[in-house]
């Protein structure tokens, strides 16, 4: 008996210990919710982490205790996302300087904003620390506008700042975080060339000044007398009375709005003691207060580097009087242009427009290929035919360049592939036309095919092919090849200077490229083995039955060096990247291009069409945690009551309806825009009206003698007549008759072409001094509504109040 007794108390010992718990203390343990993150971020459904739990468990010969539901799964994501809010404003205390980078796209007809933070973090392992770019997540907008992101910086920094500040964490450590100590932190920004970055950065740096002032302005009332500090507020609700109106109007504001210019009177004298000891502090004390770095991603200047030679190559061939490339036009403007390159003297306008819109050339005809070769939409295009034909005749698989997608550099890429394999792509089109019933091509097949035997086209290719041998690949190394993570843009102000010093010298020595001895040690830009010696070789081999090679390909090279002038002044000599100190450079790094928000705007596109139950927090919250290494920091950093706040604090976020505050808030800005977009062009018809309304009034004059009595003043009044009715006064530019005399000679002109305008309908202008107006039928042909004019009297009404 007591043998049997033992044998079941191992055995159920034996099945107890095969038992794994998801649960301690009646909540799932933080490794569970650690191993459920990795799973959602892994690919798994939210709604089955619980089931693969279970069989995984099953698999390994344990059992699961219980399923993790899809709502708990929800709130665990949540709990990564405020772990991450925590790690960045742990991480952001203790910086001295960090950079701020963002970009942004369209999802969907939604604006998203793709930002992150750059800085040197502390390593969690055994790794040494190093400089990273932290992902703050991809967030809706209502516009790509500066002040929109700027307001979505703000409130990114806003959360960050409370979710540390009110943690255990922040506590143990006494510190304490808000926007302004992550603002005043900031360095630099990079992005993107576009107007909106350079603008933000403006507005950025504007806030960091700010942010420092009141820093500053605080430190100096925390060490003045509480006295002093009354008589300074004291003095400045004197004066703010002052301005609004004196005491007795001060005595019946509300109490809100009292409050209101108190805390305004009060935060204007924090940035009044910050300036003054901002100017007492020696140079070295407020270096870094004052320093910030506004640059460029490199892939984009050599993108637009590229686009300046484009537009010099596409100039060239009229300017020299040489037929270009021949006309690649779409479907419905080769109907009009009957296979036309040039319209005669008598064209008409459906003829003109279709010439002016149609485009041509090897970048159009790069953009052919890969809309038929490798379309973005999956349904169009040849896609694995293309693959299985090549693969057959070359022996091993080929995936057309991007161009569909204008990822960066494809459009050189797809040119060179287009060279090197010529006669393949002609073939391979003539397979598409007789494989179909019809045995005809659709007009971008049959554009393409022309394309591939145009010898101006094949020339643009050429030299599309040879800049990327030549620059843009050795260019890719340098800034984004193996081992580029941590290279600082800051420090590569010298060789892009050797970029623009390599480009002249092939200007000036076409022949280390195009001459059939030329040397990669010579003609690349860093002297290395040719990204595809075949191309090059190929090329040269073609040479010869491209007449125009050497000169297109020096033009080219000059267009593209004014691009590198125009994209790189940020690197001028007496710039302040230029005149910055090692130590700046280190504290400002950034990365050399804008990858990593690049990324992120597709990450976002593709975990929406993956995931598209998942709620844009969810989505945030799983990126950052795992694209910041956040487990790492919760397993070194974090103890049980830090783990108790996330959770509390992610069940509360869960709670508060996020999803449904942003859908509002999109559906508000948007009906925000739409009446705006109303009341502008409500005033726009009202001016119009107005203006109307005040030349139909004019009497117009059409006694030349009488002329001289009027004005310049009045001169204008009948000048801006006949700027309605009279096309040659339309025509004339205001500058052109700024004088008495320039015009009384426009007048007179225009009363004679009206007079015998009056004369042809029957009137007879011999005797006449005055004559009719013919804006007065105009203006009772165009009385507004009544219901306009009411909406007009109601704005005015509301503009009044």
């Keep these: 008996m007591r043998e049997k007794a033992v044998e079941k108390a191992r055995r159920a010992a034996l099945k107890e210990s095969l038992k794994f718990k998801l649960r301690d203390k009646g909540a799932y343990a933080s490794e569970t919710r650690a191993l459920v993150r990795a799973l959602v971020n892994s690919g798994c459904s939210q709604r089955k982490v619980g089931k693969v739990l279970k069989l995984v468990g099953k698999a390994m010969g344990m059992s699961i205790d219980r399923e993790i539901s899809r709502r708990t799964v929800g709130r665990i994501i949540l709990e990564g996302g405020i772990a991450a809010e925590m ?151 004197r004066r703010k009375m002052a301005e609004i109106g004196g005491e007795e109007f001060w005595n019946v504001l509300a109490i809100e709005k009292r409050t209101e210019y108190e805390l305004a009177v009060i935060s204007e004298l924090t940035r009044t003691l910050g300036g003054e000891e901002l100017a007492h502090l020696s140079p070295q004390e407020r270096h870094l207060y004052d320093m910030f770095f506004k640059v460029g991603c490199c892939m984009h200047k050599d993108l637009n580097s590229v686009r300046y030679g484009v537009l010099a190559m596409l100039l060239w061939w009229a300017a020299h009087g040489v037929q270009g490339p021949t006309l690649l036009p779409n479907k419905d403007n080769a109907a009009v242009l009957a296979g036309r390159s040039s319209l005669p003297e008598a064209a008409t306008d459906a003829e003109l427009r279709a010439l002016e819109v149609s485009t041509r050339g090897g970048v159009k005809a790069a953009d052919l290929a890969g809309a038929i070769f490798n379309n973005k939409d999956d349904k169009k295009g040849q896609h694995d035919v293309y693959i299985s034909w090549f693969k057959h005749r070359l022996g091993h698989a080929l995936r057309f ?71 843009s690949h050795p260019y890719m190394r340098v800034v984004r090849g193996p081992g580029a993570e941590q290279v600082n843009i800051l420090e590569l102000g010298p060789f892009h200077t050797k970029v623009k010093t390599h480009i002249q010298k092939l200007i000036r020595h076409p022949e280390l490229i195009l001459s059939d001895e030329a040397d990669y040690r010579t003609g690349s830009l860093d002297g290395q083995e040719w990204e595809h010696p075949d191309i090059v070789a190929c090329i040269h081999s073609r ?14 090279l000059e267009g593209t060096l004014k691009g590198w002038e125009r994209f790189t002044t940020e690197f001028q000599d007496d710039g302040p990247i230029a005149m910055a ?18 990324g992120a705007l597709g990450w976002k596109r593709v975990i929406s069409r993956q995931k598209p139950i998942q709620t844009a927090h969810q989505q945030n919250a799983a990126g950052m945690y795992d694209r910041n290494g956040t487990q790492l920091f919760m397993d070194a950093v974090l103890e049980s ?18 999803e449904r505050k942003r859908l509002t808030e999109l559906a508000e800005a948007h009906e925000r825009e739409v009446e705006a977009n109303r009341m502008k062009k409500l005033e726009k018809e ?3 009206f107005e203006k109307l309304e005040k030349l139909a009034a004019v009497t117009l004059v059409l006694d030349i003698a009488h002329l001289d009595g009027l004005n310049c003043a009045k001169l204008d009044d009948q000048l801006n007549v006949y700027c309605q009715i009279d096309e040659i006064v339309q025509t004339q530019k205001k500058k052109d008759r700024k004088t008495r005399a320039t015009k009384l000679l426009a007048l007179q002109g225009a009363i ?38 009411e909406s007009w009297a109601d704005e005015l009404e509301s503009e009044e109040e």
């Design 87 to 237: 790690q960045i404003g742990y991480e952001v205390s203790q910086v001295k300087g960090l950079a701020f980078n963002g970009d942004g796209t369209t999802l969907r007809r939604v604006n998203q904003e793709s930002r992150h933070l750059v800085y040197r973090a502390p390593s969690y392992s055994d790794e040494p620390s190093r400089h990273q770019c932290r992902f703050l997540g991809v967030d809706s907008a209502p516009d790509h506008s500066s002040k929109t992101q700027m307001e979505g910086w703000q409130k990114k920094f806003d959360t960050i700042a409370a979710t540390f500040s009110e943690s255990p964490l922040a506590k143990r450590l006494h510190l304490q975080l808000r926007l302004r100590d992550i603002v005043a932190k900031g360095v630099g920004m990079s992005g993107d060339h576009a107007s909106d970055v350079g603008c933000t950065a403006r507005l950025m740096r504007e806030l960091k000044d700010k942010s420092v002032l009141e820093i500053l302005g605080e430190e100096v009332l925390s060490l003045r007398p509480p006295q002093d500090l009354v008589l300074r507020v004291a003095e400045g609700l």
């Design 401 to 471: 360049p991007d161009t569909s997608n204008t990822r960066f550099q494809t459009h050189c890429t797809a040119a060179a592939e287009l060279i090197l394999h010529l006669e393949l792509y002609i073939e391979f089109l003539l397979c598409i036309r007789d494989k179909k019933d019809s045995m005809t091509w659709t007009n971008m097949e049959e554009n393409l095919f022309r394309a591939l035997q145009d010898i101006p086209t094949l020339t643009e290719l050429a030299v599309l092919a040879l800049y990327a041998e030549t620059i």
């Design 543 to 556: 040479s010869s039955g491209l007449p125009y090679l050497e000169p297109v390909f020096v033009t080219f």
């Design 581 to 598: 100190s090692d130590a700046d450079k280190e504290i400002a790094w950034m990365p050399a291009t804008n990858d990593i928000n690049e």
């Design 641 to 658: 009551d830090d783990q108790e706040y996330v959770m509390r604090k992610a069940r509360d976020r869960d709670a508060s309806g996020l």
């Design 686 to 688: 009202k001016k119009a």
């Design 752 to 789: 004679m072409r009206y007079k015998h305008l009056l004369a042809k309908s029957g009137v007879d202008t011999s005797r006449l001094v005055y004559g009719p107006n013919p804006l007065r039928e105009d203006l009772s042909a165009t009385v507004p509504s009544r219901k306009t004019q």
